[in-house]
């Protein structure tokens, strides 16, 4: 007799009759979030089996990739239907049959929530589970923060959720999260084998509510107190860590019914938090650039093989990342040593991974074998992508893509990585500018996440969709980017560290601009930056726009007065910092302040004081305008675009969103009336972008325009 629920809950959970036992299919895809539909099919699924005296368990089990992926992240913020999670898992905690939840795929926040309600679990190999709410701002809200530590342990379960780490199945065997890890990958038929099993013996109702948080209450106490001190003191500024363990903490003395409301009291503070809504923010952004519209018109080209041509930090880097996401590499230098050097450079981050014992000397040397190198072009003909990564300079560029133009085989996708310069004017010179594209690559650039894909006019649409598909494969986060100077990202930080520069001649110093940033949220301030960068490259490109400079435009000569002494950053032991003896943090340096103080002079310059709010202010707010007119002029697609590459690129605070993000938090009308105070003393500089200025009319926010099909 099957026994299905009606209505749109039918839809998002099945129940049916196996024997004795009741299977409660979610079937919400793609990742079963637990919408309302879901909670209250898996409420009526609890209610159904302690109903039928036919029925002697409640299988849970989960349809497609995975049990459940948690609460249905696009309900936050929005008014709460019944019914609530806590209380679906407060029913099936409370089932008088014992309640199983057979797990494979994710199983993560809300869903361990759910299968910690139940009374047993059992995991496939391939199951995620996970209590990763911190990542978003949050903290279990329907009862993990006590059901975790009754089942894994007070503090496996809080380096849980304050990590928002997914275990594996055997992991969590071993902690106790899961009573059993089966084989195969029917997650139904290893429900279903064990809750017979189950049946057979006998088994009880076996409530995780009803067992103990901690045996022994006051070293509990100490232990949270430790994690307390080192929470604060690693989470800088974040909200829900803390309340994580203050929740817990609460557990020791609560009973556990009231333990539940005092998580949901704390819960809800998260979910009201601005840090939720940019943490939030991010998670969707993050997905939502990689459907850039080449990817839905345009199927991506064949990608089995690599080349790069250019060793140096920046071309091994790529390779590397190349190697790491299993493809060949072939590496193309002008000469011998140059080969030699970039081989050099290629190995060394092995070497390093070995020596850390993070990689077998065996497991490196397969993944060399995938490395070839040559000093003729000829070796790429073979290749489906080519990387150009060398000096940045045009005519250089163009004899690169006059080679690969003649070498490369017809189709094969051709990338410049460089940051800056015109790769419509690098495509025109070539007889294929259908092929060309740009990688930007961040250094280094197997570590860093963001990849910013240029797309210049001629480009066929494959190309672009072959990009996002060689990120897909390198495992970064692509953001479609148009042809312009600094394309996305290196173009707003061109605004905003002149704004920095401004500052600090007129009286800030960098070290207050250092720290007012990392106040924010930043892990570094710009000046710090530029010493780990390298002084030189900055210098480099100052020197290069000098020709095409505004001559109206402010010009502050500081950082050049620091680059002439030779005083690059960290790599020469001094720069807007000291590094004595090779220290990797930098301490003030009273020479740096006297040259600043020496530029105010010759330009004339009155000091004046800056508080943090009033840095922060003038550094946002470059960066904002600068933002609007890259949405403007579509260099960016959507304003959620420049987010992403600034929290990926450039260290922007992940909890805050983003730059157009946290300007829609602040109120894009704050940010103009603050730009239109700043052009009084600098009206050219301070120009408010027309979007900005449109969007504040219309009282709409940067985010309307992150959806324009709603
Ligand atoms: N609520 C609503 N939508 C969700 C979701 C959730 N909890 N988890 C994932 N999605 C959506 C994604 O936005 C994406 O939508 P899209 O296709 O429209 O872009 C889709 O489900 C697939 O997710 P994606 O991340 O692209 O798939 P994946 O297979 O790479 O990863 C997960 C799957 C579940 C591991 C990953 O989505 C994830 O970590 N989700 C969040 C889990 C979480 O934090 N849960 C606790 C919430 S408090």
């Known amino acids: 007799m099957p026994a299905s629920s009606s209505g749109t809950a039918a839809v998002a959970v099945r129940t049916r009759r196996e024997g004795a036992v009741l299977v409660a299919t979610i079937a919400h895809p793609p990742v079963n979030a637990l919408s309302v539909e879901v909670r209250r099919g898996l409420l009526q699924a609890a209610e159904a089996a302690d109903a039928d005296p036919e029925i002697a368990a409640l299988l849970l089990v989960g349809e497609g990739r995975g049990f459940i992926a948690g609460a249905d992240i696009r309900e936050f913020g929005k008014p709460p239907l019944p019914p609530s999670l806590p209380e679906v898992c407060n029913r099936i905690e409370a089932c008088r049959k014992p309640v199983i939840a057979a797990i494979h795929g994710p199983a993560l926040g809300g869903g361990l ?13 391939d199951a995620k589970l996970g209590l990763p709410e911190v990542q978003l701002g949050l903290m279990p809200g329907s009862g993990g923060t006590q059901r975790a530590p009754r089942l894994m342990g007070l503090q496996p379960a809080l380096e849980l959720m304050l990590s928002g780490r997914h275990l594996d199945a055997q992991e969590a065997l071993e902690c106790g999260l899961v009573d ?31 067992g103990v948080l901690a045996a022994d209450i006051e070293s509990a106490r100490a232990t949270l107190k430790g994690i307390a001190a080192d929470t604060a003191k ?15 903490e609460a557990g020791l003395d609560l009973p556990f019914a009231e333990a539940l409301r005092n998580e949901r009291q704390l819960f809800l503070q998260c979910i009201d938090s601005p840090q939720r809504a940019g943490l939030v923010h991010a998670f969707f952004a993050e997905r939502e650039v990689a459907k850039a519209p080449e ?17 140096g930090t920046m071309g091994a880097g790529i390779a590397v990342a190349v190697l790491d996401a299993g493809l060949p590499v072939t590496m193309v230098e002008r000469d011998e040593a140059s080969l030699a050097r970039g081989r050099a450079n290629v190995e060394k981050v092995y070497d390093g991974l070995v020596k850390r014992g993070r990689m077998t000397p065996e497991a490196k040397a397969a993944v060399l074998a995938r490395f070839a190198g040559s000093t003729s072009y000829d070796a790429l003909a073979g290749a489906d992508l080519v990387i150009e990564a060398v000096f940045e300079d045009m005519a250089v560029k163009h004899a690169v893509f006059a080679e690969l133009d003649r070498v490369a085989k017809p189709g094969a996708v051709l990338a410049t990585n460089t940051s800056y310069l015109d790769i419509d ?43 996002f598909e060689l990120a897909k ?66 210098w480099a490109t100052r020197k290069r726009k000098a020709p095409t400079r505004d001559p109206r435009a402010r010009y502050v000569q500081i950082a050049d007065r620091i680059c002439e002494r030779g005083w690059f ?11 004595p003896e090779g220290a990797r943090t930098g301490v003030p340096d009273p020479e740096v302040l006297a040259i600043i103080d020496a530029e105010r002079q010759r330009a004339g310059v009155q000091p004046r004081r800056f508080g943090a709010d009033d840095i922060l202010r003038r550094y946002l707010a470059a960066m904002v305008n600068e933002g609007a007119n890259v949405v403007r002029e579509r260099i960016a697609l959507r304003p959620l675009d420049v987010d992403v590459t600034f929290l990926y690129g450039y260290g922007f605070p992940r909890f805050r969103g983003g730059p157009m993000k946290y300007a829609d938090t602040i109120g894009l009308d704050r940010v103009l009336a603050d730009i239109r105070e700043f052009a009084q003393e600098d009206p050219l500089f301070w120009q408010p972008s027309p979007l900005l200025v449109e969007l504040v009319t219309q009282g709409r926010n940067f985010d309307s325009l992150n959806h324009p099909a709603d």
């Open 569 to 579: 950053g960290q790599k020469t032991g001094r720069g807007y910092y000291l590094y």
């Open 234 to 248: 690693k989470t800088r500024g974040l909200f829900s860590p803390l309340k994580i363990v203050e929740a817990v």
């Open 180 to 210: 059993r890890v089966a084989e195969g990958n029917d997650a139904l038929a290893a429900g279903l084998a064990y809750a017979l099993q189950l049946l057979a013996t006998r088994a009880p109702v076996r409530r995780t509510g009803e």
């Open 425 to 467: 004017a690098i495509a025109a010179g070539i007889s294929r500018p259908q092929d060309v594209i740009g990688l930007h690559f961040f250094s280094p650039a197997n570590i860093m996440k963001l990849l910013e894909i240029v797309v210049p006019a001629k480009v066929s649409a494959d190309v672009v969709a072959t990009a």
């Open 295 to 311: 990817t839905r018109s345009a199927k991506p080209r064949p990608l089995a093989s690599v080349g790069v041509v250019g060793g």
């Open 113 to 125: 929530e759910v299968a910690m309600a139940a009374h047993y679990r059992v995991a496939l190999a």
């Open 473 to 538: 494969k390198l495992k970064k986060v692509p953001v479609r980017a148009g042809v312009c100077d600094g394309f996305i990202g290196n173009r707003i930080l061109a605004r905003y560290r002149q704004a920095a520069d401004y500052m600090m001649e007129d009286g800030a110093s960098p070290y207050q601009i250092d720290e007012a940033v990392r106040a924010f949220g930043y892990p570094m301030g710009p000046y710090q930056v530029s010493d780990l960068a390298g002084g030189d490259i900055g």
